[in-house]
């Protein structure tokens, strides 16, 4: 006879709290790779696009170039030690080639953007594509698969907003209710 699990429901006393797609008063930064520019280029576009489109203003996203994917989780370091930015952006494409300096890389510059938000206490956001062909990475910079750099900005957006929320003194955290879905009835 097959063993019955429960399910336990989060209690309504628990609250939790998300950041806001507000971009209103936030500044953000965004490192992004000049290597395969014809791909960076188009997430760039898109990541300014959703800055905007969540009430960033043009004076309040600075953008850093850098050679190539293996230096954003330097500059983005680095940019989050200056304090003018309270989210970074992080644009780049690693395709896939015969060596295997594609899957070092990709960890490399993996592990370097999680440690660069982990030590500054900069949220960071994931904009980098790590794809197999120039085809996939078309695709994900505004074709088939969306745009992954207007998705890494809106998360960049919530982020900021979030940090900013979890630093304000506690009587000010907005905190929500989990959210209820329609009752079923039963069948026995």
């Known amino acids: 006879m097959a063993k019955k699990i ?11 709290t998300q950041g806001s797609l507000n971009a209103a008063g936030h500044r953000f930064g965004i490192v992004v790779s000049r290597f395969n520019a014809f791909i960076t280029e188009r997430l760039l576009q898109s990541a300014i696009d959703a800055l905007r489109r969540t009430g960033a ?17 330097s500059a983005s370091r680095a940019l989050a030690k200056t304090g003018k930015v309270e989210a970074i952006i ?3 494409c690693l395709l896939r080639g015969e060596t295997a300096n594609y899957e070092h890389i990709c960890a490399e510059v993996t592990r370097g953007v999680g440690q660069a938000a982990q030590e500054t206490g900069v949220p960071h956001s994931w904009g980098v594509l790590t794809c197999d062909n120039l085809e ?6 505004g074709l ?5 750099g207007f998705e890494a900005a809106l998360a960049a957006v919530e982020m900021a907003a979030l940090a900013q929320q979890l630093s304000a003194p506690s009587s000010k955290l907005q905190a929500t209710r989990p959210q209820r879905g329609k009752k079923r009835s039963r069948r026995r």
């Open 57 to 73: 203003k043009d004076k309040d996203i600075l953008i850093v170039r850098v050679p190539g994917s293996f230096e954003i989780p």
């Open 136 to 141: 996939q990475a078309i695709d994900r910079a």
């Open 6 to 16: 429960r399910i336990e429901r989060p209690r309504a006393s628990r609250r939790s």
């Open 90 to 92: 992080c644009l780049g």
């Open 144 to 148: 088939k698969s969306g745009n992954k």
